[in-house]
């Protein structure tokens, strides 16, 4: 299921809605494909929405919210936001691969591949294998 967003992202992010598209997508299309080649970024579940790139550690609807995101800002740059959608902005740059770098950095501990499941399901059985 992550491998099929991230294919998903890969390939349709940044594709025009109107004849003619807008050179605003490059940059955000740019910046998917730099967290894409992140091999901790790609194991999370990936989503995009009004110019930012969005990871979750599970797959079904409601994200855990707790991994930052990056947004295209509309001179090129980028900012890194989060974990959550209330959180105050961490950073701008010019550079997606800083974005990126600054997002691995704020991984939570142990953050591994995306749970298959929801935040619940995956609380639930993180209980019952902590009890093992």
Known sequence: MVEAAW??????TGEPTRPGG?????????????????????QLYPWTGMGV???????ES???????????LG???YCVEGPSCNSPR?????????????VVE???VGCGPAFGGSPEEQAAYRGERDRK
């Open 75 to 77: 001179d090129g740059r």
């Open 7 to 12: 294919r998903k992202s890969l390939t349709t």
């Open 53 to 59: 790139l969005y990871f979750s550690r599970c797959t």
């Open 22 to 42: 807008t050179p605003l997508l490059e940059p955000f299309a740019g910046m998917v494909r730099v967290a894409g080649a992140e091999p901790q970024l790609r």
């Open 106 to 108: 704020r991984l939570p």
């Open 90 to 102: 961490i950073a701008e740059t010019d550079s997606a691969q800083t974005a990126v770098v600054m």
């Open 62 to 72: 409601r994200p855990t919210w707790d991994v930052p995101c990056i947004g295209t």
